[in-house]
């Protein structure tokens, strides 16, 4: 019985990433970014108001705040005559004189010769002339021409994920294409004799084909572009028909309810001849009689999973979704792994590594991650339902069989409820 460890290293080993290829930034969320992206302009592209207000030479405003006498001696105000006003997106050129403002919108283009924004809080907010209170420096409340990126500047980084922030810096910096790493194209399919699609009502010995839109789902969750085939005839010629055609136009392949049974021998015809494949037997549970091998004329990694939807799904958390981020050029494919205590015993199948469906809390008081199982023994190892519940997989090392209440395990986080 091979390990899990080695059967990883046997399937990561063939993970290919599909070539890059340039797509527009709107969909190149969730993306690897494949290149340094060279900002040709700057950001912003000129001097521009950070806030809605009056543009100002500072030394004109130097004396708010403090007491300002006339030729009489007389207290006053300083005041400055409003002769103008510019609008965010304006494209009117204005030049400002000495002892002069202009009302600005946030993002305006800032007149020549002003050197800073007067919030509207430091004036008495008057539209033809304006009362100042406090002063500025210069440079205040400006955004200079190329304060947030210069040209030269790399916007984005080769190896960054493009998330929200990424797409509005490559917006911003005028680039409406980028070179990505695509999701790898993944083909689903079910084979089994006792299979019917959900739009369907079962007879006797039938039941609904989970597995294609069950696996389906844990690839896109993984990031992979998929195609779910759905239920195919275990019939050789059938089947390998539908297999060849997925092979050319596929990264990875899986099928499911190709492993154990009748169908299996089926499924080994049909595709024999392909290409390298095997069924083995791996040292974890669920999911332990597996298939893996690399078929057609590209070699396109293809997965034979349980028929057991639980198994199947496991299957493919361990094996096929590292595959996947591998080809996404994410430099850590695994899940993140926690320590966490047990609430309760668990028990655990000897000599194979457990990944036992699992909730996964925090105490408020301690910040302590705690576990809960969900199920337990081989008698629920079909149970779809705790598998929804789960949030998190407990890995039993192949020694370990009795797990204590309060002893500390890993569990691999799948994902944040509610």
């Known amino acids: 019985m091979r390990s899990v460890e080695d059967q990883q290293i046997k399937v990561t080993a063939a993970a290919v990433a599909p070539r890059p290829v340039r797509v527009a930034i709107s969909e190149a969320q969730g993306l690897l970014c494949a290149e340094d992206v060279v900002t040709e302009r700057p950001l912003p592209g000129f001097d521009q108001a950070a806030i809605d207000g009056y543009a100002v030479r500072?030394?004109?405003?130097?004396?708010?705040?403090?007491?300002?006498?006339?030729?009489?001696?007389?207290?006053?105000?300083?005041?400055?005559?409003?002769?103008?006003?510019?609008?965010?997106?304006?494209?009117?050129?204005?030049?400002?004189?000495p002892r002069q403002t202009v009302r600005v919108d946030t993002g305006a283009p800032l007149p020549t010769l002003a050197d800073a924004v007067l919030p509207v809080d430091f004036t008495d907010g008057g539209r033809a002339r304006i009362k100042v209170y406090e002063p500025v420096r210069s440079g205040d409340y400006v955004r200079r021409i190329g304060d947030d990126v210069q040209p030269g500047d790399i916007a984005v980084r080769a190896g960054t994920i493009i998330g929200p922030a990424q797409v509005g810096l490559l917006a911003a910096v005028g680039q409406d294409k980028v070179l990505?790493?695509?999701?790898?194209?993944?083909?689903?399919?079910?084979?089994?004799?006792?299979?019917?699609?959900?739009?369907?009502?079962?007879?006797?010995?039938?039941?609904?084909?989970v597995n294609s839109y069950a696996l389906a789902a844990a690839a896109r969750d993984a990031g992979a572009d998929?195609?779910?085939?759905?239920?195919?005839?275990?019939?050789?010629r059938r089947l390998r028909d539908v297999v060849e055609g997925q092979l050319v136009r596929s990264e990875v392949v899986v099928i499911a309810g190709a492993v154990g049974g009748w169908a299996s021998e089926q499924v080994k015809e049909a595709l024999e001849g392909l290409g390298e494949l095997e069924i083995a037997r791996v040292a974890m549970h669920p999911g332990s009689v597996q298939g893996f091998g690399r078929l057609g004329r590209d070699e396109v990694p293809t997965f034979l999973l349980p028929s057991n939807p639980v198994?199947?799904?496991?299957?493919?958390?361990?094996?096929?979704?590292?595959?996947?981020?591998?080809a996404l050029g994410r430099r850590h494919p695994m899940r993140r792994i926690i320590p966490a205590r047990t609430i309760t015993p668990i028990s655990s199948m000897a000599g194979r590594k457990g990944y036992l469906r699992a909730q996964l809390m925090r105490d408020e008081t301690t910040g302590e991650y705690l576990v809960q199982p969900l199920g337990a023994g081989a008698s629920s190892a079909h149970l779809l339902a705790t598998l929804a519940e789960a949030n998190s997989l407990i890995l039993i090392d192949p020694d370990d069989t009795e797990i204590r209440t309060g002893d500390e395990v890993r569990v691999a986080f799948l994902s944040q409820r509610g």
Do not use: C, K, W
């Not at 998929?226 to 050789?236: K, Q, Y």
């Not at 496991?314 to 590292?322: D, G, K, L, Y």
């Open 58 to 97: 500072s030394v004109d405003v130097a004396a708010a705040g403090s007491e300002i006498r006339n030729e009489e001696g007389e207290l006053v105000d300083l005041t400055l005559p409003v002769v103008g006003e510019v609008s965010a997106g304006s494209r009117q050129p204005i030049r400002l004189q």
């Open 180 to 209: 990505v790493h695509p999701r790898p194209r993944l083909s689903v399919i079910s084979v089994g004799g006792e299979l019917i699609d959900i739009d369907r009502t079962p007879g006797p010995g039938q039941v609904y084909d």
């Open 226 to 236: 998929v195609n779910r085939v759905g239920i195919v005839s275990a019939d050789p």
């Open 311 to 326: 198994g199947a799904l496991v299957v493919f958390e361990v094996m096929v979704r590292p595959l996947i981020r591998i």
